[in-house]
């Protein structure tokens, strides 16, 4: 069951993709939890999320369920271990969302199509999908991000990252907005500075405000 956020707190939720954002890429498909081979960092980087108050939540398209390539019990297994691994280092994904379908299924939960994030913010009570990031390795995902209204971010542990910059600046102009990082990790470093640097702002225009006050009096 998905850990619910606190009602009445705004939700700070970050969406990842999982193949070549947090594991491995494999263009035959995990298929079983020896095959999943977690990134550099990457579970680290998840913990870091968790410890300063974002829920994690996985979106992943996992076709090779719709061809038979891997059955439901093996996709559990695979994410049991992914669980596990992540406990070890004081983590945790708040929820793992999945498409089983084949392009040909014509499905609305396929990204780039956004119905998984759609179900993703109905079920942790999220309102402001522009206020939610979304870290993926594809442009599949940056599309996603853009259809759902997330804020979009690339990481570049996975085949993409790998090629030409060429490719990859053709892939980010057809997401403006777009944040490259080059992993998980970097990613966090930047949220978390983010977040410190818009806190700070906002404690400096409080005493701004309170100091202006004092003047009037």
Not at 96 to 118: D, M, N, Q, V, Y
Not at 187 to 211: K, P
Request: proline fraction near 6%; glycine fraction near 10%.
């Amino acid at each position: 069951m998905p850990h619910r956020p606190d009602h009445g707190h705004p939700t700070k939720l970050v969406i990842l993709g999982r193949d070549g954002t947090i594991n491995r890429y494999r263009d035959d498909h995990v298929k079983s939890p020896e095959e999943l081979e977690p990134l550099p960092g990457a579970l680290e980087a998840i913990a870091r999320l968790n410890h300063a108050g974002w829920h994690t939540v996985m979106a992943t398209n996992q076709a090779g369920i719709g061809r038979g390539l891997v059955d439901m019990a093996s996709l559990n297994a695979v994410h049991l271990r992914l669980n596990q691994l992540l406990a070890e280092k004081g983590g945790r994904l708040d929820a793992a969302f999945f498409c089983p379908h084949t392009p040909e299924e014509g499905c609305s939960c396929r990204k780039p199509l956004p119905g998984l994030i759609e179900t993703i913010a109905e079920r942790f009570d999220v309102d402001d999908l522009s206020k939610v990031h979304m870290v993926g390795a594809s442009l599949r995902d940056l599309l996603t991000a853009q259809a759902a209204g997330c804020q979009p971010h690339l990481v570049k542990s996975g085949p993409l990252g790998q090629g030409g910059g060429q490719e990859l600046a053709a892939v980010i102009a057809q997401v403006p907005g777009a944040t490259v990082h080059e992993s998980l990790a970097e990613f966090v470093d930047y949220l978390i500075h983010a977040e410190r640097r818009a806190r700070a702002d906002a404690s400096g225009q409080a005493a701004e405000s309170d100091t202006e006050m004092g003047d009037l009096a």
